[in-house]
Nanobody, 115 residues
Framework: QVQLVESGGGLVQPGGSLRLSCAASESISRFGYMGWYRQAPGKQREWVATVTSGGSRNYADSVKGRFTISRDNAKNLVYLQMNSLKPEDTAVYYC?????????WGQGTQVTVSS
């Protein structure tokens, strides 16, 4: 069973930055994509960003230009660099690893943007 562990969340002021990390228990090279999702209180989980095994990146419109997803296959890590954070970015952020047949989720890390 693949384990994904997110870290790097916390409290930050509007306009600030955070970098989230997702550590996988096995090689992430075998996953077709790695992604970040988030869930705000009272809302459904939503997609934030994805990076494929080939390096293609896609972002939700709400974070485009502010967030950057990257992967380090040698270290089995995926990152989400978040800049210019807004209060509406407050949510639990989840890491996801996917193949054509299945997917795996981490437990999440809380990000709170507030003054």
């Amino acid at each position: 069973q693949v384990q994904l562990v997110e870290s790097g969340g916390g409290l930050v002021q509007p306009g600030g930055s955070l970098r989230l990390s997702c550590a996988a228990s096995e090689s992430i090279s075998r996953f077709g994509y790695m992604g970040w999702y988030r869930q705000a209180p009272g809302k459904q989980r939503e997609w934030v960003a994805t990076v494929t095994s080939g390096g293609s990146r896609n972002y939700a419109d709400s974070v485009k230009g502010r967030f950057t997803i990257s992967r380090d296959n040698a270290k089995n890590l995926v990152y989400l660099q978040m800049n210019s954070l807004k209060p509406e970015d407050t949510a639990v952020y989840y890491c996801k690893a996917g193949t054509p047949l299945t997917s795996y989720w981490g437990q999440g890390t809380q990000v709170t943007v507030s003054s």
